[in-house]
């Protein structure tokens, strides 16, 4: 009996496969795109998948830098994800080049980048330039001066704007004034700082207001026409520098480790350069003047997927105010521009409430 039972139950067995392979399977559902990942916020990325999507738009600034070209170059107006141009096509191959380089030839290192061949034209130079002057005796070498160190020179900076206890005093600081390099007139500037961790830019340009804020966390951007931005940690990091060095802070509260580089000159005056490292970020170079020992200089970089995107700032004009030195000038220099704000009036200590730096939509021109 338990052998004639098991003839029509394996029957059954088989009949339940068949009828179970007869029936199409239900595909599984697609995980949604990661929304912090280039490709979950973007469309058609090919090559930086899996990086972070803030990073997209700075590695488009770095190439546009390195080639000397804007952005119609490889994408097409107003449909970026379109593969119509060739040159979006050799972008690609390029950046593919460049990662198998420093993969296979430098360890993983980020040692070749588009500035390494391209030097801002879009096609690189494959020929030696012909000399065109005659060489210059070289002078003897003379043996260098021995750099100061590195805390001294930060401890006589400190000293120069005024020294802890009466930067402790500075609260907040409202400035008016006007800015150049973004057409042939300057136009009025407004600067509103509260402490060393918040700062609100607002330029009053003939088409609206154009805001740069860091509210003590995070920064943001504003545009006439344009919702306001939140910008990415790495542009949250330079706001909140920036907003540091102008107050000003120590700079030993700001860096981890400082080291002085060789002699260095600006416009032909000798300064002192000081390397200001934190564990994880690029290093940042403070250049100092060794007569005043004010900060006159600072360049910092930002890190992209396919490079470094430098930054630099000077400081000049410096006046006292309330006992404190401050730069009542500072020129912003990247490689797509440069614009110089020139302070007409500052006042220190004034009540400003910290929604003053919260996210806001600029006001239209009047």
């Not at 546009?64 to 490889?74: F, Q, R, T």
């Not at 920064?219 to 910008?231: A, E, I, V």
């Not at 032909?268 to 350069?273: L, N, Q, S, W």
């Not at 100092?288 to 997927?305: I, M, N």
Request: a neutral charge.
């Amino acid at each position: 009996m338990k052998f004639r039972h098991a003839i029509p139950f394996a029957a059954s067995l088989v009949l339940m496969s068949i009828a179970a392979a007869a029936e199409p399977a239900t595909p599984p559902t697609p995980a949604a795109p990661d929304p912090n990942k280039a490709e979950g916020r973007f469309k058609n990325i090919q090559v930086l998948k899996g990086y972070p999507a803030d990073d997209l738009f700075p590695a488009m600034q770095f190439i546009s830098a390195a080639l000397g070209v804007d952005c119609e170059y490889c994408h097409v107006e107003r449909a970026p994800e379109k593969d119509d141009k060739k040159e979006k096509q050799t972008a690609r191959k390029m950046i593919t080049m460049t990662f198998a380089i420093n993969h296979d030839h430098f360890d993983g290192h980020r040692e070749v980048t588009c500035v390494s061949c391209h030097r801002g034209a879009a096609r690189p130079v494959s020929i030696p330039a012909i000399a065109e002057n005659e060489p210059e005796a070289e002078a003897p070498d003379a043996k260098p001066a021995e750099p100061p160190a590195a805390n001294s020179v930060l401890e006589k900076y400190l000293q120069a704007v005024g020294g802890t206890d009466a930067i402790a005093k500075i609260a907040s600081r409202v400035q008016k004034g006007k800015l150049t390099g973004f057409g042939p007139e300057p136009v009025p500037v407004d600067v509103t700082a509260k402490g060393n961790d918040k700062r609100i830019t607002t330029v009053h340009g003939q088409r609206g207001d154009n805001i740069t804020a860091v509210d003590g966390q995070n920064g943001w951007l504003g545009s006439t026409g344009r919702p306001p931005r939140d910008m990415s940690a790495t542009e949250s990091d330079a706001a909140r520098l920036d907003a540091a060095l102008l107050f000003p802070v120590d700079p030993k509260s700001l860096f981890k480790e400082f080291k002085v580089a060789p002699p260095a000159k600006i416009d032909g005056k000798d300064v002192v350069k000081v390397i200001a490292m934190n564990e994880g970020k690029p290093p940042a170079e403070l250049w100092f003047d060794p007569q005043t020992g004010f900060l006159v200089r600072l360049v910092r970089y930002a890190e992209t997927p396919l490079g470094r995107n430098p930054t630099q700032i000077d400081y000049a004009d410096y006046r006292d105010a309330d006992g404190v030195k401050v730069p009542f000038r500072w020129t912003v220099a990247r490689p797509s521009g440069r614009f110089t704000i020139q302070i007409d009036e500052s006042h220190q200590n004034v009540p400003v409430e910290d929604k003053a730096f919260q996210k806001t939509t600029p006001a239209p021109a009047p």
